[in-house]
């Protein structure tokens, strides 16, 4: 990799740990509202599918070793196995296919679709089956918990963070 592609992974990873502590305790959730959501599309629609991988994975291993960069602070492998640990790692899993499916042009529309279709419908799945599973928990409960308070949120931040890729993409790839 040349040094400009991983000038732009380590910034995305420091993004995704400044992010994750933007973030706002729900009383009733487990949950957090966290800005983690606009790094993640970032990161997607910013790099390739291949370093937007690599860099999501770094950025979980730093977490998981105990670097503190998970939403509010939290670091440890505990928290891959926590009620959010299914988010987390599906980060690993949206991330290069919003990358793969974001096309070769900078296009809001697209990007959005991309976003909300790949990354929210896919994360809110894999998020609320992960804490289903490990909390012993319904399938309706996990979606009460972790997906239905943050659905409107959730659409503002792909709408954001769609809008500033665009920006983004056309000043770094110039």
């Known amino acids: 990799m040349k040094i ?22 729900l009383p009733f959730s487990p949950v957090m509202i966290t800005a983690q959501t606009i790094a993640i599309n970032l990161v997607a629609l910013i790099l390739t599918p291949k370093q937007s991988f690599i860099a999501v994975l770094l950025y979980i291993l730093l977490g998981a070793f105990g670097l ?11 928290k891959l196995f926590g009620p959010t640990g299914g988010f987390i790692l599906g980060f690993l899993i949206i991330t ?60 503002f931040k792909c709408v954001l963070s769609s809008f500033l890729a665009v920006k983004l993409n056309k000043v770094i790839n110039k």
Do not use: H, W
């Open 96 to 155: 290069p296919l919003m990358s793969y499916f974001k096309g070769k042009t900078y296009n809001f529309k697209r990007y959005l679709f991309v976003t909300m279709i790949i990354g929210m419908i896919l994360l809110y799945a894999i998020g609320a089956i992960f804490m289903s599973i490990l909390q012993k928990i319904s399938i309706v409960q996990a979606l009460s918990l972790a997906v239905f308070p943050f659905i409107v949120g959730d659409i």
């Open 4 to 25: 400009n592609e991983l000038t732009k992974m380590s910034i995305c990873i420091a993004i995704i740990c400044v992010a994750a502590y933007i973030s706002f305790p």
């Open 68 to 78: 503190p960069v998970f939403s509010g602070g939290t670091s440890g492998f505990g």
